[in-house]
């Protein structure tokens, strides 16, 4: 009865569901899995198209974060044994986007793991923005940490497509896994990157210890801020971190998340990003028959991803194709209930190469 609910809401009324609509799928048992998946790949297909869009990351400044995030490992708070370097050079930059283009992705994201950018490490950041859209004509991502007005507006100015600014986990549990900032402060800056005219990409990771029921609240959450992409972390606990022992989510609830947050967003791309070779395991590619229609491709911040050819082999041989760049095939609700495409913002220049 609840996926019957949520399918004549998502697939034939062409609207969202209420927070009592998703929990009473949620709390649906386990065994019925297969159906809620089957349900999370129509609602995809149907809001989204079935393309992929791949991303690869670059963590251009590591450890040594003020901040005490507690599944991180780039905290300075703790001993994790973490490579710690400071802004790196710009050439080894445009190694990577050559790397990331070659790879088959349309999308590179600069990562720097500080609160929030210094006025000469921005400086760093908008170069590196320009010679990359310049050199291989990818879209660029940059997730920064916090931001002041100013520094938003500077990013969009300089060609930056898609802001990403996690909100990590759900409100009720935030000050559980952070002390050093707080859950408002996430929600301001991921509301003035979108205010500041870039593409709001924003997440979490799942496996916290939150309640299945907050993991449903985790995904309202997010949708009330309208995300363009959202990503799924799922833990894979970094030694030295106060989650260490933390136990993995099983394949079957990863994939019960991965569904649900497709039914609550449903026109947003469902980037599977940190821990999905750790947590899923054999069942990666239900990933992407679950709801997910994004992937990280290569290395994570921290850990090792796969091989990106083994990625792009994975989606032919599930017939998805790569999409040609980010953004394409969204679909956004219009107030009469009715989905359609956005126009895409007139600033940006794909360049396939
Ligand atoms: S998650 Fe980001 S802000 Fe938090 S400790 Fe890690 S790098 Fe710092």
Not at 1 to 24: D, G, N, Y
Not at 75 to 95: I, K, N, Q, R, W
Not at 322 to 329: D, F, K, L, N
Request: proline share 6%; with cysteine.
């Amino acid at each position: 009865m609840p996926l019957a609910t949520a399918e004549r809401a998502l697939l034939e009324e062409r609207r969202t569901l209420t927070r009592e609509e998703a929990m009473a799928v949620a709390r649906l048992p386990l065994d019925e899995l297969p159906a809620l998946v089957a349900l999370a790949h129509r609602v995809r297909l149907s809001w989204c198209g079935a393309e992929v869009e791949l991303e690869s990351l670059i963590n251009a400044k590591s450890g040594a974060c003020a901040e005490d995030c507690a599944f991180c490992s780039q905290s300075a708070h703790f001993e994790t044994g973490v490579d710690v370097y400071p802004f790196l050079d710009l050439d080894e930059v445009l190694g990577a986007a050559r790397a990331t283009r070659d790879a088959g992705a349309t999308q590179f994201c600069i990562v720097v793991a500080v609160r929030g950018p210094s006025e000469r490490l921005l400086g760093r950041v908008l170069d590196a923005v320009r010679v990359v859209r310049e050199e291989t004509g990818l879209e660029v991502a940059v997730s920064l940490g916090l931001l002041e007005p100013d520094q938003a507006r500077r990013l969009a100015d300089a060609g930056v497509r898609r802001y990403n600014h996690n909100l990590e986990t759900c409100r009720e549990v935030f000050p559980q896994v952070c002390t050093t900032h707080g859950y408002d402060d996430r929600v301001a800056t991921a509301r003035l990157a979108a205010e500041a005219g870039m593409e709001l990409c924003c997440g979490g990771i799942l496996g916290l210890g939150e309640t299945l029921e907050q993991r449903v609240d985790f995904a309202f959450e997010l949708a009330a801020l309208d995300p363009v992409e959202v990503p799924i972390n799922l833990l894979d606990p970094r030694p030295g971190t106060p989650l260490a022992n933390r136990e993995l989510l099983t394949p079957r609830e990863a994939l019960q998340a991965i569904a649900l947050f497709r039914l609550i967003l449903p026109g947003a791309w469902i980037r599977l990003a940190g821990g999905r070779e750790k947590v899923l395991g054999e069942l990666q590619a239900m990933g992407l028959y679950a709801g997910a229609n994004a992937l990280i491709v290569g290395n994570y911040l921290t850990t090792l991803g796969r091989a990106p050819e083994d990625d792009v082999a994975l989606l032919e041989s599930l017939g998805m194709p790569v999409a040609t760049g980010p953004g394409e095939g969204r679909f956004v609700v219009a107030a009469d209930g009715t989905h359609a495409l956005p126009p895409k913002p007139p600033r940006i220049q794909l360049r396939v190469e």
